[in-house]
């Protein structure tokens, strides 16, 4: 698998908190969830209550968009990505792994009765004006051809 550059992958890891857009009978949705990336899986792994909006709507519509971003009022350090994926519960080895690495580095995640979630990305563009204003990254999963 194609994974992202490496400037995609360092600004997402150098957060935890994505902004996921769902939608359902084209009534759009969004929600705010703590991530940990996996890299060689090209994977957003999150936890949420399977009565959420966004995971019913998910469950219905399983390609969702999201952001991450940094919070600045600073136009020249405005930085970013969107992104578009897949939605939907592990199974396997990566449910071990996910859940590994999420608990990890959200231990309270424990306490709390909510479910594992993957989020395959498809799609990523990023922004970031420190390279110059407007200045986007776009990276595509590879689709394999028939």
Not at 38 to 51: A, G, P, Q, R, Y
Not at 75 to 95: A, H, N, R, T, Y
Not at 97 to 121: D, G, H, R, S, V
Request: some cysteine; proline content about 3%.
């Amino acid at each position: 698998m194609k994974i992202p550059p490496k400037k995609i992958i360092d600004f997402i890891k150098e957060h935890h908190v994505l902004t996921l857009a769902t939608s359902k009978n084209n009534i759009p949705y969004c929600a705010n969830c703590f991530y940990v990336y996996l890299k060689e899986e090209n994977i957003f792994v999150f936890t949420s209550d399977n009565e959420t909006k966004h995971v019913q709507d998910a469950i219905q519509n399983n390609t969702v968009a999201g952001s991450v971003v940094l919070e600045t009022s600073i136009v020249g350090k405005i930085q970013g990505v969107q992104f578009q994926g897949k939605m939907f519960l592990p199974e396997g080895s990566i449910k071990k792994t996910a859940n590994k690495k999420y608990m990890k580095k959200f231990p309270f995640a424990k306490l709390m009765k909510t479910q594992l979630w993957i989020l395959e990305l498809e799609f990523i563009k990023q922004t970031d004006n420190r390279l110059g204003f407007g200045k986007k990254l776009i990276w595509k999963k590879d689709v394999a051809k028939d």
